[in-house]
């Protein structure tokens, strides 16, 4: 997918693969990247994760309505005159902007990416009934369990 999609991170495929299965155990994004050895990422993991169209409530939870960010985003206005408008800092804008531009490709590609992820866990929980694929660290296992067809090239 991050070929097939031009999804851009940082993060290599096993790394993806972890963000993916650790999401669906319900994990955050702070208790990823203490998995992934790297606690101070959590904010490249959240936005892996948006990216992969993978939504928490939270990321909606913004300081301001975020049908106003949508019409000043229409309005093709610069991210300082938005952060003005909306009395908060550029970063922020940013922020709520990539998860509204992410929202907007999940549902023009019929969440898609969702329904991929899904199905490589079910098939790999399938496939490896005695194993809780929720609960594995990145590892060849990872990799077999179809993610990396998922995350990776398809």
Do not use: C, W
């Not at 606690?39 to 939870?61: E, M, Q």
């Not at 399938?126 to 067809?149: I, K, R």
Request: aromatic share 6%; hydrophobic share 30%; charged share 30%.
């Amino acid at each position: 997918m991050t070929d097939e999609y031009g999804i851009q991170t940082s993060l290599d495929e096993d790394e993806l693969v972890t963000v993916v299965q650790r999401y669906h155990a319900g994990e955050g994004g702070r208790e990823i990247a203490r998995t992934l050895g790297t606690p101070n990422r959590d904010k490249t993991i959240t936005r892996a994760r948006v990216s992969l169209h993978l939504f928490r409530d939270t990321d909606f939870d913004a300081p301001f309505e975020l049908s106003r960010l949508r019409e000043l985003l229409d309005q093709d206005a610069s991210n300082e005159e938005i952060a003005d408008t909306l009395s908060t800092s550029k970063s922020t804008v940013r922020a709520y902007a990539r998860v509204l531009a992410a929202e907007a490709e999940a549902e023009q590609a019929s969440h898609e990416y969702q329904s991929r992820f899904k199905q490589a866990l079910t098939d790999a929980e399938t496939d490896n009934d005695d194993t809780d694929q929720f609960s594995e660290t990145v590892s060849p296992t990872a990799y077999a369990s179809g993610l990396e067809d998922a995350v990776g090239s398809s």
